[in-house]
């Protein structure tokens, strides 16, 4: 992994030089407002320091895929930007919260795994270590060093792996990548290193892992449509109406609500609801012409947001009704498809409902009923396996407030075991 710091007038100006010197991977891990000092100091304007981290090719993990090969998951265009019942209240004016809203304003990495630090802390007792004390492993997964194995791990690093373990179990990651972390502070173990080094590392290896955000880039030129899918019960359409808020009241872009769930009419009756207060166009569309009809009739717009029918990932011939909408738009406009999951969804339902809609349409992702769970680690299980960037996160019921882009930084602090 590579780690640098870049000092620039602006945060552009120094990632842009990131960028121009490392590629275009970069994950931006801090931006701080370097403090002045001495007397010129006075007579100069302020720099902003911006830390950033590359993953180099042979630390990568691969990601099996179950996609056609004609089918990969190709990255978005980047750019800014959960369930509800039909009686949400839609509050036009509205600001979504954006990756650094979330995150402590001047912190470097230190000080944002301190909380972290001190919990671990508290936690590392090494009188407590005995081998007499049952392994923290399970039959299937892979086996961890013992303290007398000979590998040089300290009795502080070796109770900073099983706090770890521990942690990351408990908020629901998957074993296997728990394991592929705990692996990684084996292989950079020293004698005599402190395990807050080891977190620090932990901490950046994650949010690489999760790589950048991909919302809904707002410097397109339409029309473009946003394509939302995925099971019942998730909230597509409320998620629907929270991003055609956002563009069309705060971005000032003009957006059309198309639905082809002809089976809830409730639910095309709520999105009928939403664009009647937005006072933007909604149809209902029965038919590949009335698709192909649709576009025509929306081709000076900048969005076309199209809401399909939730089904069980087993219905065959749903997901094949949907695939012909999405092929007949893809014809016409650039497309964009978000599969919408549930963050309360158990791991295996989640990957089935993922690989069934890898198998017809490349995809980016949202969570929603954040609010409604503890444990985040399907977002890095998901992401892990299906390798499909993450846009949004949905976390209330207020139609639109409660969105927010997705931020790993935030995120991985949780699964760490620190505030969210």
Known sequence: MIIKKYV?????????????ELGQNIVVMNVRPLKKSGFLSLFQGQKIEVTVALEEESERTPVTRTLTPDRTIKPAPRAPLVEGSQKDT???????NKPADLMDDGSDIGEK???????????IKFKE????????????????PKKDSGNNISDETMSFIKLLYNTLIE????????????????????????????????????????GKSEPIDLDTHGPRAEIFIGPTGVGKTT????????????????????????????????????????????RVIYSVEEMKQAAEDFKDYDYIMVDTAGHSQHNEELKNDIEVYIRTLEEIMDCENFLVLSATTKYRDLIEISDSYSAVVAYKLIFTKMDETGAKGNLYNIRMHTGAPISYITNGQNVPDDIAIFDAQRIVKNLLGGKS
Do not use: C, H, W
């Open 8 to 20: 620039g007038k602006t945060e552009s100006e120094a990632t842009e030089e990131a960028r121009k």
């Open 90 to 96: 839609v509050r036009p004016s509205v600001k979504v």
């Open 113 to 123: 795994l301190d909380n972290l630090s001190s919990l671990l802390e508290k936690n």
């Open 129 to 144: 270590l005995d081998d007499e004390k049952p392994s923290f492993e399970s039959d299937n997964t892979v086996s961890r």
């Open 171 to 210: 908020n629901e990651v998957d074993e296997i990548y728990v394991n592929q972390l705990t692996d990684e502070v084996e292989k950079i173990s020293k004698p005599g290193m402190p395990f807050d080094f080891a977190l620090a590392n932990v901490y950046q290896k994650m949010v690489l892992k999760f």
């Open 239 to 282: 998620t629907i109406a929270k991003l055609a808020s956002e563009l069309s009241v705060t971005q000032k872009k003009k957006v059309a609500l198309i639905t082809v769930d002809t089976y809830r009419i409730a639910a095309a009756e709520q999105l009928r609801t939403y664009a009647s207060i937005l006072e933007i166009p909604f």
